[in-house]
Nanobody, 121 residues
């Protein structure tokens, strides 16, 4: 599984940005997509997750502001970020959890390249 992220950039506090991530390769093996972020000097944290059945979970601080969605037909996952705050500034990474079942079971996580989101006050 390979992931290619796009979007991000600079926004003012209260503004919006949209991140997208396109998956390729063994996309039928993907169970869940997620968006993580890492701010300078901080650990990477899970921002939002969406499962194959569409169920989602969010980091508490982004609930009600961010929305994760997926298009299984297009193998695309997006993160709509509204009401942005300066503390949302970070490098954002998409990821995909996959399981490949063949002669053996291989489970793993693929990562896309990071995309910078900067929110000015």
């Amino acid at each position: 599984v390979q992931l290619q992220a796009s979007g991000g950039g600079l926004a003012q506090a209260g503004g919006s940005l949209r991140l997208s991530c396109a998956a390729s390769g063994s996309t039928s093996s993907i169970n869940a997509f997620g968006w993580h972020r890492q701010a300078p000097g901080k650990q990477r944290e899970l921002v939002a997750k969406i499962n194959r059945d569409g169920t989602t979970n969010y980091l508490h601080s982004v609930k009600g502001r961010f929305t994760i969605s997926r298009d299984n037909a297009k193998n695309l996952v997006s993160l709509q970020m509204n009401m942005l705050k300066p503390e949302d500034t970070a490098v954002y990474y998409c990821e995909a959890d996959y399981i490949v079942i063949g002669d053996s079971v291989v489970a793993g996580r693929a990562w896309g390249q990071g995309t910078q989101v900067t929110v000015s006050s």
